[in-house]
């Protein structure tokens, strides 16, 4: 089984909400990914879990907030978000991070609204 | 960031035809990765190659990794409708590159029946 689940499918908010997006994977992977995905584009890398712990951070603003509560789940808090974060939010995991044979499964995305 | 080159941007086939793209690098890579994804979907993993000169079929996909290890294409037979999407390669280092995929920009696949 190579399942990643995300919740919700789509979400619609306005700049001043808070929403948070849900990942989860039961494949035992110590490593979990969020990915950033404009329409026809390929996913851009936001943040990297390892060992539960925050591993890399490509320079994404303040608004996004990652969290890793357990091995199993990933979590990123949305605040104050801007029309131009409007996009697919993708999560991965993979067995471990940084080996050449760490293959990453994504999962379906979250459709990502910013009125 | 760094990106790999991928072609063709773009297809559009009659169904039974068989269909090759390809994804090249300036720099080698160790893993190479070929990854489907439908419209408001996730990318789906089709094939992943581990060995420089490695040549890994799926059904009716067939997938290599270049010798140079610099290059990797993928070819499907016989298409079908279903095969309609946008397909990435990606390439990885491992530790030498902290494990970051590497994506080229796509190729957008049309069937017509």
């Known amino acids: 089984d190579t399942e990643v689940t995300q919740t919700p499918k789509h979400l619609v908010m306005g700049m001043t909400n808070k929403k948070s997006l849900k990942c989860e994977q039961h494949?035992?992977?110590?490593?979990m990914y969020w990915y950033k995905q404009k329409a026809k584009k390929p996913p851009e890398l936001m943040f990297v879990?390892?060992?539960?712990?925050?591993?890399i951070n490509e320079s994404v603003p303040s608004r996004f907030s990652p969290e890793c509560p357990n091995s199993s789940l990933l979590n990123l808090h949305l605040h104050a978000l801007q029309p131009e974060d409007s996009a697919l939010y993708l999560c991965?995991?993979?067995?471990?991070?940084?080996?050449?044979?760490?293959?990453?499964?994504f999962g379906p995305g979250t459709r990502l609204t910013v009125l | 960031g760094q990106q790999l080159n991928q072609s063709p941007q773009s297809m559009f086939i009659q169904e039974g035809e068989d269909v090759s793209m390809n994804c090249t690098s300036s720099?080698?890579?160790?893993?190479w990765l070929w990854y489907k994804q439908d419209p408001g979907e996730g990318p789906v993993l089709l094939i992943a190659?581990?060995?420089?000169?490695e040549l890994t079929s799926n059904g009716r996909l067939t997938a290599q990794f270049g010798i140079t290890r610099k290059d990797s294409f993928l070819n499907i037979s016989a298409s079908i409708p279903s095969d309609v999407g946008i397909y990435f390669c990606?390439?990885?280092?491992?530790?030498?590159?902290?494990?970051?995929?590497?994506f080229g920009q796509g190729t957008t696949l049309q069937v017509k029946p």
């Open positions: 879990y390892s060992y539960e712990k925050l591993s």
């Open positions: 991965a995991s993979s067995r471990t991070w940084g080996q050449d044979t760490d293959t990453q499964y």
């Open positions: 720099s080698i890579f160790n893993t």
């Open positions: 494949m035992g992977h110590r490593a």
């Open positions: 190659l581990y060995k420089a000169g």
């Open positions: 990606a390439g990885q280092r491992g530790s030498s590159n902290t494990g970051k995929l590497i």
